[in-house]
């Protein structure tokens, strides 16, 4: 009893000394939940990125803004014509009304006679006077009732046309919103990101944003001075590209408002083309029609009044007023004002009195 007692002793200190010479093996602690005071902060944008960032927004803007405006001018063209077209049905309608009048009139006339043709009435009459007075007057007759008819069934077919160009213009006109509409929020939205952006920096950082951008585009138009873009510049102004140029310079300090046109506040195209109109040579409304139809020139050709045509997209357009100057209206937030010729990207020189 005694020696089981000491054997089971002996293997339970046998066990317990196994138990605590094993290796132990480490269990890893769960990780803590992050909490927001944790969690590293985004990295703030530079002021340079910011910049560069504002001027993309304000760029897709403008682009949008061409796009609104040209949807627009086509609008207006769109309802002229529905409107012509309108005016031609009613016409239409009037006159086919008219001339069934008339053959309706006729088919009575005949019934009061018995029914009886005209040359049967004749045959009946037994004066050989009255008979030659009515075969003339008969033959009038037959080639007004001819003509009439022809006229009915022309009418008729331009009435057709008239109502199925104005269907089509409806579909154009309405399809011309839906663009307006759409380039209208894209307007909205770059806007709305851009001033958000400015919005969020201090003062001191929006006078620094500020001055980044007039040294930019300083050095760009340095750059483009070096390379001897004036070098054979020395043109002078047509009459009409004066009376241009003197309107353009007349709206400096005037605010930049998309899609504006004047009086008090113009897009970058709505100033150009208001004041080629003052110069009684009206030009496409938008940047990009105005880079698309107007006469093209190299810009050692270019002279006052010419229009040079900015970034890839032909979405900003400034008037050359000369001494590698341009007049124009930047974007949003800024005033119609003077700019070097070469501080953005020329895409290209149009001559809108060539």
């Known amino acids: 009893m005694n020696r089981r007692h000491c054997a089971s002793a002996a293997i339970t200190l046998v066990c317990a000394l196994a138990l605590l010479t094993a290796?132990?093996?480490?269990?890893?602690?769960?990780?803590?939940?992050?909490?927001?005071?944790?969690?590293?902060?985004?990295?703030?944008?530079?002021?340079?990125?910011v910049r560069e960032e504002i001027d993309t927004l304000y760029r897709k803007a403008g682009a949008a803004t061409d796009a609104y405006n040209l949807a627009e001018e086509q609008a207006k063209k769109q309802s002229a014509?529905?409107?012509r077209l309108t005016d031609a049905i009613d016409e239409g309608e009037a006159r086919i009304a008219e001339l069934k009048s008339r053959a309706g009139a006729q088919a009575r006339e005949q019934y009061r006679n018995g029914g009886l043709p005209p040359g049967a009435q004749l045959m009946l009459s037994g004066d050989p006077g009255l008979f030659l007075d009515g075969?003339?007057?008969?033959?009038?007759?037959?080639?007004?009732?001819?003509?009439?008819?022809?006229?009915l069934e022309q009418s008729?077919?331009?009435?057709?046309?008239?109502?199925?160009?104005?269907?089509?213009?409806?579909?154009?006109l309405e399809a011309t919103r839906l663009k307006q509409k759409k380039a209208k929020k894209s307007i909205d939205a770059q806007i709305a990101a851009a001033e958000k952006l400015e919005a969020q920096l201090e003062k001191?950082?929006?006078?620094?944003?500020?001055?980044?951008?007039?040294?930019?585009?300083?050095?760009?138009?340095?750059?483009?001075?070096?390379?001897?873009a004036l070098k054979d510049i020395d043109r002078e102004a047509s009459a009409s590209g004066k009376a241009a140029v003197a309107?353009?310079?007349?709206?400096?300090?005037?605010?930049?408002?998309?899609?504006?046109?004047?009086?008090?506040?113009?897009?970058?195209?709505?100033?150009?083309?208001?004041?080629?109109?003052?110069?009684?040579?009206?030009?496409?409304?938008?940047s990009q029609e105005q880079w698309r139809q107007l006469p093209r020139i190299a810009v050692q050709d270019m002279r006052p009044g010419d229009l040079i045509i900015y970034h890839s997209d032909a979405s900003h357009v400034g008037m050359y007023v000369g001494g590698g100057s341009i007049v124009h209206a930047p974007r949003p937030g800024r005033d119609v004002t003077l700019a070097?010729?070469?501080?953005?990207?020329?895409l290209g020189v149009v001559r809108p009195d060539k």
Request: charged content about 25%.
């Open 247 to 286: 309107f353009a310079t007349a709206q400096i300090g005037k605010p930049y408002v998309w899609g504006a046109e004047g009086p008090g506040s113009y897009d970058c195209s709505g100033l150009t083309s208001q004041a080629w109109a003052a110069a009684k040579r009206p030009i496409p409304r938008t």
């Open 156 to 172: 008729q077919e331009d009435l057709e046309l008239y109502t199925k160009d104005a269907g089509l213009n409806w579909k154009k």
């Open 340 to 346: 070097g010729a070469g501080s953005m990207e020329i």
């Open 135 to 151: 075969v003339s007057q008969l033959r009038q007759g037959q080639q007004a009732t001819k003509g009439m008819l022809g006229e």
């Open 23 to 49: 290796p132990v093996q480490a269990l890893a602690a769960p990780a803590p939940e992050p909490t927001p005071s944790s969690t590293p902060a985004p990295a703030r944008k530079s002021l340079e990125e």
């Open 204 to 228: 001191e950082e929006r006078a620094r944003l500020l001055k980044m951008e007039r040294d930019a585009a300083s050095t760009a138009q340095s750059a483009w001075l070096s390379s001897g």
């Open 81 to 83: 014509e529905l409107g």
